[in-house]
């Protein structure tokens, strides 16, 4: 079979499984049975009284009520087998209760009014988790793959490293590559967050979940599918959509409170007035749907907001630590700074060369995945140096590499690091901002090579921003103090600490009384920091890895301004989840004191209870935009 009829095999057969014959009364009644039921039996409860069996209607529709009010009340008791107290109690004793002093309509109203509000926070959720849908949905499940002159559609778990895969206008990309065509235009926006397409060459790296513009492309594959920017995005948005926010069961916790006030005021309206259906009229206006809605509501439209932006928030109770943090911890190198460091200047120890002092360095440093390591090596290959290959090479987490050439032993990294091999190596003398890389050659000290890395364009107004937020700040890096102290003063950082391990930030977070505390780092060495602390953001791409096991936010573009952005969100997110709550309690309240003068029947009461659920879930919906 060719591609092309697969093809059109594939689009049939979507054609067929979403026809325009499905029903959609057939899917809502699947999905939302309990209404469709309940809209039944008041139908068939209005014929019986229409032909004149008011006393059947009155069984019929009671007896529903009755049967729906045991369901909740099983539902009930497993909430608190499992810890938590519902207050599906208060939609029991609003049935019971309505049913018993013969307001069967009013029963049917209560029991339309928690299904329907369930029914719209599962539309209220699927509304505010479109950004978030959209990645998932768009996962490329096959590859043209070309081989021999001829393409074929291939799983995308299947491709290896090396595979030519044809991309298809319109087309996602499925893993991460290497561009084969001349040029290519990419939307990368659902990986970025950038609006406007992106225009690549030959060579350059292309992104999987990238969008093919107008053109067929070819690219060589870099990655597995598993292993490509995409797929571990999904993940994370996978993750981020099942979670359950901590301030859903601080909700839950109103529930106590909220039943027995709501029980008392009934009782009591019971009791002034000697009127039994008084207790049911006020019942029916204690609604939980404020309470069980707003938040979940609130935050999923928090995190699809984020999502938007190019963050994914992979708790939704993140947004709360967020809201209320008080310090932000930066990393230094790719975080606050760029991430490309300069070599600057070569200063070779007597006895030694500045051509020895690089090519040694470099040809250690290329089995090092440190950021710096990189510098030291594209520098000698710029001078025309070609670094050696090793015998054996051994990289000393945060600290530096050891490595054979040439016969030799070769250090790079610290100096602390460097005097334990060669005592004789001296700290360089360093101007603002400046860091050294120290080199030993056996057991002799080789010199030091400076590089500076740049603090990024915005990272003085995030800074800003968040100082604004009433936000304190503070660096955790493991560069020399110099070095440390040249970046902060730059920003106007009055906190910092450096020369630390994994292990010294680790207990260094730990130890901060002004919490919540948020670390951001590049989710490679701050991995451990990055789960230490309240709320760990990674830093783009080269975040993403460590933070599906560390972080609890990633930023998908390295736009360190999207820190104060995704804070901002938090604050904004947690105001409108508590604003909601509040506002259908009080209305409730208000409406059941009102009930308690004999004034709103009972039918009546259900009806306005609807009106004020479907406020309050419109009220959260504001966190898909985080309006006021």
Known sequence: MSVDSAVQGDVIRDRSSTSPRASVLKRFVSRYWVIALTI???GVGGALVITGHASAAVWVTGGYALLVAFGYLIRMVRELLNGRFGIDILAVMAIVSTVLVGEAVAALIVILMMSGGEALEDYANRRARHELDALLQRDPRTAHRSQDGQVEDVAVDIVRPGDRLVVRPAEVLPVDGTLLSPEASLDQSPITGESVPVEKGTGDPVLSGSINGPRAIEIQASAKAVDSQYQQIVALVAGAAKSRPRVVRLADRYAVPFTIFSVALAGIAWLISQQPVRFAEVLVLATPCPLLIAAPVAFIGGM????????IVRNGGV?????????VVFDKTGTLTEGRPQLRELRPAPGFTSEELLSMAASAEQYSSHVLAASVVTAAKERGLVPA????AEEHATDGVAATVAGSSVAVGKLRFIQALAPDASPAPLRAGELAIYVAIGAEYAGALIARDAPRPNAPSTLKRLRELGIGLELLTGDATETAA?????????????????????????GIAERPVIMVGDGINDAPVLARADVGIAMGAKGATAASESADVVLLVDDLARVATVVQIGRDTLRIALQSIWA??????VLMVIAT?????????????????LATIVAALRAVRGRR
């Open 597 to 613: 003068f004999g004034v709103i029947p009972a039918t009546v009461g259900a009806l306005l209870q609807e009106g004020v659920d």
């Open 319 to 327: 947004f709360e630590q967020l809201a209320r943090a008080r310090t």
């Open 389 to 392: 290959a090793a015998l054996s």
């Open 40 to 42: 039944l039996v008041a």
């Open 304 to 311: 699809s907001r984020a999502a938007r932006s190019g963050i």
């Open 584 to 589: 259908g309690i009080v209305a409730s309240v």
């Open 486 to 510: 040249g970046i902060a003063a730059e920003l106007g950082i009055e906190r910092f600490t450096a020369e630390c391990r994994p292990s010294d930030k680790v207990q260094h977070v730990a």
